[in-house]
């Protein structure tokens, strides 16, 4: 099983760019795609792939690996939740079906949302989770290419900025009473 796995993302390592700079430029396509398409799944259902992409998109698009690697973290776990999700929500959706033929002939209260809604949910949730699959090695590359965030408290601000001399030293606020 694990020499299938590596033969698998060896032929996919073979699509994903090399340098750090195109992978970026994908991952930002694909976040937005997957920020896009968050919109409309939170119809019916709250989750946070909105705010994952937006992650991948800030870790991305200004090329830090600290981000980066948060967000393969919580895309990887995501993907598995939504196979998790589509898997239990497939048989809901035949549920709704039956609720809604017997409702026709009967009246059925029924506090889920009307049928068409739920299938149009469905169908964005299931490019989603393809759009977040094939992501998957692109944000890896992306995430191994990048170089370490300098990220140290020491340092973090450089001595030359003085920002208007707002934190100089022995100053403050004073009121010169003009």
């Not at 970026?24 to 997957?34: D, I, K, L």
């Not at 800030?58 to 973290?73: C, E, H, I, T």
Request: proline share 4%.
């Amino acid at each position: 099983e694990v020499i299938l796995f590596s033969n698998i993302m060896d032929y996919v390592n073979r699509y994903v760019p090399d340098d750090a700079e195109a992978t970026g430029v994908w991952t930002v396509r694909f976040c937005s795609a997957q920020f896009a398409l968050s919109l409309f799944t939170t119809l019916t259902r709250p989750d946070a792939n909105a705010a994952l992409a937006l992650l991948g998109l800030y870790g991305a698009f200004y090329q830090k690996k600290d981000p980066s690697r948060l967000y393969f973290v919580f895309l990887c776990m995501s993907v598995l939740l939504d196979l998790v999700f589509l898997v239990q929500y497939s048989g809901r959706i035949t549920g709704l079906e039956i609720v809604e033929q017997q409702s026709q002939q009967y009246t059925v209260a029924s506090y889920d949302p009307p049928l068409a809604t739920t299938k149009f949910v469905m169908s964005m949730s299931v490019i989603q989770f393809l759009i977040k699959a094939v992501s998957v090695p692109f944000v890896f590359k992306l995430m191994n290419n990048l170089p370490e965030d300098d990220l140290g408290v020491q340092g973090a601000i450089p001595k030359s900025a003085n920002f208007g001399g707002a934190f100089s030293s022995g100053g403050g606020y004073q009121n010169t009473g003009e």
